[in-house]
């Protein structure tokens, strides 16, 4: 039997797979549909310190390989969050993370204490939202990201990570800072920066106009982004995350550096994706003699 448990940081996950932020709402309703014991943990939606109404339709577009999103993080805000759901996350069969997010560090922190009183595991900063009009992408500077982590990480004991963006100039930089600021682990990445227009209309895809790019087709940007921070900074935890639709999809970013990895898009086809993708990489580790999930991490070679 394969080994699945893995190590991210100060944490044990059951196995690699990580539910991403976005794409089980707030995990108690994915929990219905969703094959949650292959998870090693999942991510509810990012939430804000006051409510946000997001985006106007159109905010959501299928691709030839993927979608675009541009939802504006609609959420009602942690306070009504806690209400509303917080009483059921400690009945899930799985360890569930927070994603806080907001305009200023101040409103980090806010949803940080809510949902550690909430009773999430561990808080996922979302440092990368790359559809919030008119604010600048903290992960895009690493001061301003070290900034937002470092008052998260006094305002909790809770694990976190940082979620970055592969629209980075200098990702080792943004990764490099927000370890030092306090993060036990890094998520790489994000959506992209995508546009689209719709031909018949001939207006933009999203109402937004550039909204976030995410499936199959942007696993490569995700995983140099892995495989650049994993080789810079060797000690730094990683959730690989971009693309994932197969077993052999969590491996390749095992091996460029990754410690766990999570799916996202791929959950909106499937919602039971996680218990095949498992059974994959089980079958290929069982073809090539690897008997531990965790010592797949890093063994990526250059030439």
């Not at 207006?203 to 499936?215: A, E």
């Given at each position: 039997m394969i080994e699945h448990a893995v190590r991210l940081g100060p944490l044990t996950l059951r196995t690699p797979l990580i539910a991403a932020s976005g794409t089980v709402g707030s995990v108690t309703d994915f929990a219905k549909v969703g094959a949650l014991k292959s998870y090693g943990a999942a991510v509810a939606k990012s939430v804000s310190d006051q409510p946000w109404p997001g985006r106007p339709s159109p905010r959501m577009a299928p691709t030839e390989a993927g979608m675009l999103n541009g939802i504006g993080i609609q959420n009602p805000g942690i306070d009504a969050w806690v209400e509303s759901v917080g009483s059921a996350l400690r009945a899930l069969p799985l360890p569930v993370w927070g994603s806080a997010v907001g305009h200023r560090a101040d409103g980090f922190v806010t949803v940080t204490t809510g949902l550690e009183r909430a009773g999430a595991a561990a808080v996922e900063v979302n440092l990368s939202c790359p559809n919030l009009d008119g604010d600048v992408m903290f992960a895009l500077d690493p001061s301003a990201a070290a900034e937002v982590v470092g008052h998260v990480r006094a305002?909790?004991?809770l694990p976190i990570g940082a979620k970055l963006s592969p629209n980075s100039e200098n990702i080792v930089a943004v990764a490099e800072a927000?370890?030092?600021a306090g993060a036990d682990w890094v998520v790489l990445t994000n959506t992209a920066w995508g546009f689209g227009v719709d031909l018949e209309t001939r207006?933009?895809?999203?109402?937004?106009?550039?909204?976030?790019?995410?499936?199959p087709a942007v696993k490569p940007l995700a995983m140099r982004c892995v495989w650049e921070v994993s080789r810079a900074i060797p000690n730094l935890p990683i959730v690989g995350c971009g693309g994932v639709v197969r077993g052999t999809d969590v491996i390749e970013f095992m091996m460029a550096g990754a410690h766990a990895v999570a799916l996202g898009t791929v959950h909106f086809a499937e919602p039971r994706a996680a218990r095949r993708i498992l059974a994959e990489v089980d079958a290929w580790c069982v073809d090539h003699d690897v008997g531990t999930l965790a010592e797949l991490t890093g063994t990526a070679t250059p030439w």
């Open positions: 305002a909790t004991g927000v370890a030092t207006r933009p895809l999203l109402s937004g106009g550039v909204g976030g790019y995410s499936g």
